[in-house]
């Protein structure tokens, strides 16, 4: 039997269990998600939030105004081990956390529902610069994403960072580090910024079309992986340029499924120079991956064309294919199939009027570094460091 990709009740899957809800105004069921809890409930948001006349502000208003001991927080950028570390200190404790706003917000919340279960730094249960293993204890935390990005809502892991010399951008990872409730409202996304939208949406299909391509993807979620490409694909356009509701909520799952992808079937090459670069240099994640993700994808179909026989090449060419088959009418592809979709797909980064990577820090040095550390983690085609820093290069200049 085929699964219902429209029902609300089998998109919460992913989330195991959690408390799920989806669709325009779904955000409304949040005061009696949090009514069971009497003690001190922290709201994590961006920076500014509040000053804002969007329904996600009046998502956090209403909050604040509605119960007794709330705390609100802000995050301003992307989350790093200190702030968690510092908020920890502010609140000393608290009944569950709840973040509302984009992956920064989400990942900052989700970490420090962790550590008020933990003793010691932050750093120090980071994959890759800790020496602790986090126990897998976390207080009740509550995403409401405001962006179609991250997915962080679907995820098991935070990530945080310093960015510069010496910096690092890992992971506080473990596979019960998972929401108590997800709420996926379109209309909390409302009023962002075209960048934001752009970048975060980019980011989303990124993610999609990395775990749907990874050598360990899921026979279970490769077909909703699909599924989210074709809603992305579709509906990000609009969402950037002119959006409405249907393309707002649209994308909002398509970054969620793009989260639960992320956990269960792993990333390819674009997150693989992304994470590095987010340590060297104070470049949004979702702008990153929006920059490099489109040279990286053509130069991937070109490595499969020429090893066919290499693990996952020859199947990846067929789905890439098929899925170009699929959106040839709203992509007007004619004679030039897998390569004239791709190529409309590079293009969306200067079309959304999106910046370059250098105006974000980038340079030489910084491509050397990114490189040195570098990974084409699942992606089926084995890029390697001469055509990273092609790709980079073209992300960059």
Same mark, same amino acid.
């Given at each position: ?15 195991? &269990?959690?408390?799920?809800?989806? $669709?325009?105004?779904? @955000?409304?069921? =949040?005061? !009696?998600?949090? /009514? #069971? ?52 200190r ?12 984009? &992956?920064?917000?989400?990942?900052? $919340?989700?970490a420090? @529902?962790?550590? =008020?279960? !933990?003793?010691? /730094? #932050?750093?120090?249960?980071l ?12 207080k ?12 962080s ?6 990530v ?14 473990h ?23 752009? @970048?975060?949406? =980019? ?12 050598l ?35 994308m ?16 390819g ?9 987010g ?58 199939g897998?390569?004239?979709?791709l ?16 105006e ?24 390697g ?13």
């Amino acid at each position: 039997m085929a699964e219902d990709y429209r029902s609300a009740t089998a998109l919460g899957k992913w989330v195991q &269990g959690a408390r799920f809800a989806c $669709g325009i105004g779904s @955000a409304s069921v =949040l005061p !009696e998600w949090l /009514a #069971t809890f009497s003690g001190r409930i922290v709201a994590v948001t961006g920076c500014g939030l509040d000053s804002r006349q969007t329904p996600a502000s009046s998502c956090l208003k209403n909050f604040m105004e509605t119960g007794k001991n709330r705390v609100h927080l802000t995050v301003d950028g992307e989350p790093s081990d200190l702030w968690v570390d510092e908020a920890k200190r502010a609140i000393g404790d608290a009944d569950a956390v709840l973040s509302i706003g984009g &992956g920064s917000a989400l990942d900052a $919340g989700k970490a420090l @529902a962790v550590l =008020l279960e !933990e003793e010691g /730094a #932050t750093k120090d249960f980071l994959e890759g610069v800790g020496t602790k293993k986090p126990s897998g204890k976390m207080k009740p935390w509550f995403a409401l994403p405001t962006t179609a990005g991250t997915g962080s809502e679907a995820t098991a892991n935070a990530v945080l960072g310093r960015p510069g010399e010496g910096g690092f951008k890992k992971s506080l990872r473990h596979a019960d580090f998972r929401a108590a409730g997800v709420i996926l409202d379109g209309k909390l996304t409302e009023g962002a910024p075209k960048f934001v939208c752009a @970048a975060s949406g =980019l980011d989303a299909l990124t993610q999609l079309m990395e775990a749907w391509l990874s050598l360990e993807v899921e026979p279970e979620i490769e077909k909703w992986l699909e599924h989210g490409l074709l809603l992305a694909l579709r509906h990000l356009p609009e969402a950037v340029n002119n959006p409405s509701d249907s393309s707002r909520q649209a994308m909002l799952e398509a970054a969620y499924l793009s989260g639960a992808g992320l956990s269960r079937c792993g990333l390819g090459t674009v997150h693989g120079l992304a994470g590095p670069m987010g340590a060297v240099a104070a470049v949004p994640h979702g702008l990153a991956c929006a920059r490099i993700q489109g040279p990286c994808l053509i130069e991937s179909v070109r490595w499969m064309r020429e090893n066919p026989g290499s693990p996952g090449c020859s199947q990846g060419l067929k789905k890439l294919e098929n899925l170009a088959l699929q959106l040839s009418e709203h992509f007007e592809i004619e004679g030039n199939g897998l390569d004239d979709f791709l190529k409309q797909i590079a293009a969306w980064a200067d079309a959304f009027g999106l910046p370059k990577l250098g105006e974000s820090g980038i340079g030489e040095k910084q491509i050397e570094r990114v490189v040195a550390t570098g990974s084409d983690r699942n992606n089926p085609a084995r890029l390697g460091k001469e055509v990273w820093k092609k790709v980079l290069r073209e992300a960059t200049w």
